[in-house]
């Protein structure tokens, strides 16, 4: 099936980014599943249904790009945010939040004082697909020498 051009705007697709690994967050495995497959063509995509895991899995491996659903349970994906400014910034940097829920007065100014792209279910993928490359061409971080895939910034600690 064809693909539907990105929008203008959209930053170029670059060999650096070209299978940018893409964690998606969302605690719907339908919602989950439908983005691994819309964005695998394009990316190394990785699901988990739950904020907690992705925690947990996001304090010893690195991803390009975060894709994650704000309202989910147990913790949220702002929630989720703050954890990692805390604990790996240079990961928190890299998250793009999708949200269904509406939004309003101090949740929705803290939410927007994180500097992260936020996308409104039902968003446009080629939408989606913009704001992945803006994050990962944002914040590419360095090339170890003769490497092909970037360093990790912030190797966990023992």
Do not use: C, Y
Not at 30 to 55: C, F, K, P
Not at 61 to 79: I, R
Not at 93 to 114: H, I, P, Q, S
Request: avoid cysteine.
């Amino acid at each position: 099936m064809p693909e539907s051009p990105d929008p203008p705007t959209a930053p170029a697709l670059t060999e650096a980014t070209r299978r940018a690994a893409v964690l998606v967050v969302d605690d719907d495995p339908l919602v989950a599943s439908i983005l691994q497959r819309v964005l695998a063509g394009e990316h190394a995509v990785r699901i988990e249904v739950s904020a907690a895991a992705a925690l947990r899995l996001l304090q010893t491996e690195f991803f390009d790009a975060v894709v994650t659903d704000v309202n989910m349970p147990e913790l949220s994906g702002f929630a989720l945010f703050e954890a990692l400014a805390a604990s790996r910034p240079a990961q928190a940097e890299r998250m793009v939040f999708v949200t269904g829920g509406v939004w309003a007065g101090e949740a929705e100014d803290r939410l927007r004082a994180t500097g992260r792209p936020i996308l409104a279910k039902p968003f446009d993928i080629a939408e989606l697909r913009a704001a992945i490359r803006a994050v990962v061409q944002a914040a590419a971080p360095p090339f170890a020498p003769g490497a092909t895939k970037p360093v990790d910034p912030e190797p966990p600690s023992p």
